[in-house]
T-cell receptor, first 109, second 114 residues
Framework: KNEVEQSPQNLTAQEGEFITINCSYS?????LHWLQQHPGGGIVSLFM???GKKKHGRLIATINIQEKHSSLHITASHPRDSAVYIC???????????FGEGTQLTVNP | DAGVIQSPRHEVTEMGQEVTLRCKPI?????LFWYRQTMMRGLELLIY????????DSGMPEDRFSAKMPNASFSTLKIQPSEPRDSAVYFC????????????FGPGTRLTVT
C-alpha cells in the first residue's frame, strides 16, 4: 500500500462541472502540498496546508488531519484546468516528502 | 522577478560523462529544492537547502549525485558518472519558507543519458 494514494487516477469532466480530487495518506504529517503539472511539463505549486482550508480563485483545498485526508476542489471547471494534480505529504518524522501518483484531469469544452 | 531559472533545458550525454544542472532561485527565497521526475517513480525530492546549507539529502539516490549551493543565487546538481537510468526531468524550486508558502518551480531540465 502506498503511503499516499490519490483518487481517481483519471477524471474526465465537462466544462463548468465541480471537480473533486482526493488524497489519502497513512503517515503522520506536518503539511500537505498540492501541485499542478501542465501538459507541457511545467509544475505549479497550488497549496501548502497543514489544517483547515485554503482558497485561491476557483481552487479550494481542504485537509482533515484526524482522517488523514485532503481534497482539492475546482469550481466551474475549464479546459485550461486540464492537467495532472499531485498530492505530496511532508512527514512529521523529518523532512521526507512523499508524492502521490497524480490524478490526470481532462476538462472537455 | 524572472522566476526560477534552470539551465540547460535539455541535456543529452553519453553514459559515464559528468552532467551539471544549474539553478537560480528567486531572489529572497531562503529554501531551494531539487526534484527528479521519471515515469516509473514519479516526482521525488532529492535534496533541499536552507540559506545555502544542505538540510536533507536523504533523497539523493547514490554517491554519484551531489548538490551544492555556493551562494544564495546559484545551485548545482552534479551527476558523475552518469548512467542511462538517470534519464529524467530535474526540477529546481524555491520558496520563502519551508512549510508556510507554496514553492515556485523552474521549467525543468530534461536529461537523457545514452
Amino acid at each position: 500500500k502506498n503511503e499516499v494514494e490519490q483518487s481517481p487516477q483519471n477524471l474526465t469532466a465537462q466544462e463548468g462541472e465541480f471537480i473533486t480530487i482526493n488524497c489519502s495518506y497513512s503517515v503522520g504529517i506536518s503539511a500537505l502540498h498540492w501541485l499542478q503539472q501542465h501538459p507541457g511539463g511545467g509544475i505549479v505549486s497550488l497549496f501548502m496546508l497543514s489544517s483547515g482550508k485554503k482558497k485561491h480563485g476557483r481552487l479550494i483545498a481542504t485537509i482533515n488531519i484526524q482522517e488523514k485526508h485532503s481534497s482539492l476542489h475546482i469550481t466551474a471547471s475549464h479546459p485550461r484546468d486540464s492537467a495532472v494534480y499531485i498530492c505530496a505529504v511532508l512527514e512529521t518524522s523529518g523532512s521526507r516528502l512523499t508524492f502521490g501518483e497524480g490524478t490526470q484531469l481532462t476538462v472537455n469544452p | 522577478d524572472a522566476g526560477v531559472i534552470q539551465s540547460p533545458r535539455h541535456e543529452v550525454t553519453e553514459m559515464g560523462q559528468e552532467v551539471t544542472l544549474r539553478c537560480k532561485p528567486i531572489s529572497g527565497h531562503d529554501y531551494l529544492f531539487w526534484y527528479r521526475q521519471t515515469m516509473m517513480r514519479g516526482l521525488e525530492l532529492l535534496i533541499y537547502f536552507n540559506n545555502n546549507v544542505p538540510i536533507d539529502d536523504s533523497g539523493m539516490p547514490e554517491d554519484r549525485f551531489s548538490a551544492k549551493m555556493p551562494n544564495a543565487s546559484f545551485s548545482t546538481l552534479k551527476i558523475q558518472p552518469s548512467e542511462p537510468r538517470d534519464s529524467a526531468v530535474y526540477f529546481c524550486a524555491s520558496s520563502p519558507t519551508f512549510l508556510g508558502n507554496e514553492q515556485y518551480f523552474g521549467p525543468g531540465t530534461r536529461l537523457t543519458v545514452t
